[in-house]
């Protein structure tokens, strides 16, 4: 699997949007990024899936750049319960079934 | 409400006192896994199961046992446990789809944490 580069902290003012960045420079054709997040040594929580084209759930949006060396995390109204690590994934369908984060993108949201 | 349980949340024990920790799912997901999470090591996976009598080795499997008797349960099973083992520890499950039976997005458990002394 690709290995993927995430800041790692970002500040966010509640109600506006965060928007957190994943650089995967070196992902093939068939592999997938996902995005989960984890909040204080609580279960992670898986958040959104892309391969190429963006998508948008009930939780967030994710932007996939048209060469797929990044993606964007998009929460769009960031509330105080969102502030948690947010971690980039890439897999390959029908790949490895395990999961391996990295260190992930501290985001912290402030009133 | 679907979710993954997971039995004890907090566990203290001392060395070589044999433990098992619970997970269950109420999704009737194929795939179920165990990780560890350790600071700085980020999230290990122990071992894992596609489906009922089927379980592979994860990345750290030494010391630790699963069975997959049934479809919900998946208990971790620690025979003779050692301090190296303290750790916070996540089950996870996940239907498992497609032709290539692809795992999608795994649903974790609230996580166990373990101190062994």
């Known amino acids: 699997d690709a290995k993927t580069t995430q800041p790692t902290s970002m500040d966010c003012a509640e109600g506006r949007a965060a928007n957190l960045p994943c650089n995967h420079s070196?992902?093939?054709?068939?592999?997938?990024v996902y995005w989960y997040r984890q909040i204080h040594s609580q279960g992670p929580q898986y958040i959104i899936h892309g391969l190429k084209n963006n998508e948008t759930n009930e939780m967030a949006s994710l932007i996939i750049t048209e060469d797929r060396k990044s993606s964007t995390l998009i929460l769009p109204h960031a509330t105080l319960r969102d502030t948690a690590v947010y971690y980039c994934?890439?897999?390959?369908?029908?790949?490895?079934?395990?999961?391996?984060f990295g260190k992930g993108t501290k985001l912290t949201v402030n009133p | 409400e679907a979710q993954v349980t997971q039995n004890p949340r907090y566990l203290i024990t001392v060395t070589g006192k044999k433990l098992t920790v619970t997970c269950s799912q109420n999704?009737?997901?194929?795939?179920m896994s165990w990780y560890r999470q350790d600071p700085g090591l980020g999230l290990r996976q122990i071992y894992y199961?596609?489906?009922?009598?089927?379980?592979d080795k994860g990345d750290v499997p030494e010391g630790y046992k699963v069975s997959r008797k049934e479809k919900r349960n998946f208990p971790l099973i620690l025979e003779s446990p050692s301090p190296n083992q303290t750790s916070l520890y996540f089950c996870a499950s996940s239907p498992v789809v497609g032709t290539v039976r692809w795992v999608y997005e795994q649903y974790f458990g609230p996580g166990t944490r373990l101190t062994v002394t």
């Open positions: 999704m009737n997901h194929e795939y």
């Open positions: 199961s596609m489906n009922v009598e089927v379980t």
């Open positions: 070196t992902i093939s054709g068939n592999e997938y």
């Open positions: 994934i890439v897999r390959v369908e029908g790949g490895s079934e395990k999961l391996v």
